[in-house]
């Protein structure tokens, strides 16, 4: 028997874990000796943010939610690696599979680690090269101890092997977030609101804020808003918040005509308003990688990313941190001069297949 645990906390987790454990469910159907165990440690405790997406997505209820959800980085990367450790204690496996660049992706390697069992990082390899992200130092600590890398694109294969990774540990699989995105692509919901504001398809736009540099300052906010919201031509751009953006909208709610704060919205009433939308404005990874896929302009208000195949390959540009940035961008999207974008090598709903495959390989 071979035993798999895999870990997922929060949002764009459940997205990358959901492809994996269909196709090791498909698997045990055949008649291979494999078993998985799935561990949420509830970094995301907010129910849109997380326990939706297992209805949404037909994923099995976890084994075991950890509940260190809550606080500081380090509080939160401290609470999971106790209650962690505990749980592989008690429930022993022969290798650990963590995905992305959350929290929980490097306090979870690190107790793998540290137990001797194998680790597989899904997404390895992904670099933004600016220390000052978060998830940089997640992803950088976490590729330093991993056994297995699972790749999106062969430049972040490139990136591994910089580092003195062997390339025989390196798997270039594709992405399983557009696993999921082609599997569900039929399944699409409308959101209420798509009819309450009256949404044409292709006249609204999708915003999403979440860094620190973008949203802590009310300030900076306040002029990154404004000039999304006149620079729009007056078109519906809908943002659904963050939670932690929400309290700081409070200040500045009813200034701009044509910018909807909404809920956080399930994952297929998300990617139904993305899919139809105009454009999105983001400063997300994960949705560049969507965006790509269903060809819709997206404008990244970063000075960098970890997923450069979205601007080289797809239908992604770097508008850069300052808000006066924007208008050249929407302008330049207005006058139908966008790029059309293509979609880059395996992003083609099989990523899963190749991965689940690969693990049976090496655990055999």
Not at 131 to 160: C, K, Q
Not at 265 to 281: D, M, Q, R
Request: hydrophobic share 40%; with cysteine.
């Amino acid at each position: 028997m071979m035993h798999i645990t895999i870990i997922a906390g929060a949002r764009p987790n459940f997205m990358k874990v959901s492809p994996i454990i269909h196709e090791i469910i498909k698997k045990q159907k055949e008649g291979v000796n494999i078993h998985y165990r799935l561990v949420h440690t509830g970094q995301h405790y907010d129910k849109k943010m997380s326990e939706t997406f297992f209805d949404e997505l037909n994923i099995p209820k976890p084994d075991i939610n950890l509940a260190a959800g809550g606080g500081t980085q380090a509080e939160q990367t401290a609470a999971i690696m106790i209650a962690f450790e505990k749980d592989l204690n008690d429930n022993p496996t022969d290798i650990v599979i963590v995905v992305g660049d959350v929290t929980s992706t490097l306090a979870c390697s690190i107790v793998t680690k540290k137990a001797h069992v194998k680790l597989a990082h899904i997404e390895g390899g992904i670099r933004s090269f600016d220390i000052t992200m978060p998830e940089e130092i997640n992803r950088m600590v976490t590729d330093s101890i991993t056994d297995y890398f699972f790749t999106t694109t062969e430049l972040a294969g490139d990136n591994l092997k910089k580092e003195g990774i062997q390339a025989e540990n390196i798997y270039l699989v594709g992405n399983v977030m557009i696993d999921t995105l082609l599997s569900n692509i039929d399944r699409l919901k409308k959101p209420e609101i798509f009819d309450q504001l009256l949404l044409k398809q292709k006249k609204y736009f999708v915003l999403t804020l979440h860094r620190p540099n973008n949203v802590d300052d009310f300030k900076d906010l306040e002029v990154l808003l404004k000039e999304i919201s006149e620079s729009a031509n007056d078109l519906p751009v809908i943002f659904p918040v963050h939670p932690r953006t929400k309290d700081r909208l409070k200040l500045f709610e009813s200034q701009f005509n044509n910018i909807h704060y909404i809920a956080p919205l399930g994952y297929l009433e998300f990617n139904y308003l993305v899919k139809n939308s105009f454009a999105v404005i983001t400063d997300s990874g994960g949705i560049t990688e969507e965006t790509t896929v269903l060809g819709v302009p997206c404008l990244t208000i970063r000075d960098n990313t970890e997923r450069p195949e979205t601007c080289t390959i797809g239908t992604n540009e770097l508008v850069g941190t300052n808000p006066k940035n924007i208008k050249p961008a929407l302008e330049k999207l207005f006058a139908g001069n966008w790029k059309k974008g293509g979609i880059p090598e395996l992003w083609d709903g099989k990523s899963a297949a190749r991965i689940v495959e690969k693990l049976i390989e090496l655990l055999a």
